[in-house]
């Protein structure tokens, strides 16, 4: 079993800065892409920012400038500054791997993580 947690959402005011971490634990061989989606109300996921094995980058443009994805891989964390932060941030911020379980198979998981509301509001 392979284990996605997410931490660090919360309320913060327009301007603000938050900082969320997502672990992955479990049966874990490699991990490849990592990244952070998010869903506001009424709306479709969309990716935010993703991060390959070799850390390169990629944001989607509404955060390009104020957020910052990066990754430990001995931990196995993906984390998302995220600064400057706007009202139209506010969704629920999901993140994602893509997981190699074991050495003798190459097939590669997605596995998601229960997300983490982050609110901005004055």
């Known amino acids: 079993q392979v284990q996605l947690v997410e931490s660090g959402g919360g309320l913060v005011q327009p301007g603000g800065s938050l900082r969320l971490s997502c672990a992955a634990s479990?049966?874990?061989?490699?991990?490849?892409?990592m990244g952070w989606y998010r869903q506001a109300p009424g709306k479709q996921r969309e990716l935010v920012a993703s991060i390959t094995s070799s850390d390169s980058t990629n944001y989607a443009d509404s955060v390009k400038g104020r957020f910052t994805i990066s990754r430990d891989n001995a931990k196995n964390t993906v984390y998302l500054q995220m600064n400057i932060l706007k009202p139209e941030d506010t969704a629920v911020y999901y993140c994602?791997?893509?997981?190699?379980?074991?050495?003798?198979?190459?097939?590669?998981?997605?596995?998601w993580g229960q997300g983490t509301q982050v609110t901005v509001s004055s």
């Open positions: 994602n791997a893509d997981i190699r379980r074991f050495a003798w198979n190459t097939y590669v998981y997605k596995y």
């Open positions: 479990g049966s874990i061989f490699s991990i490849n892409d």
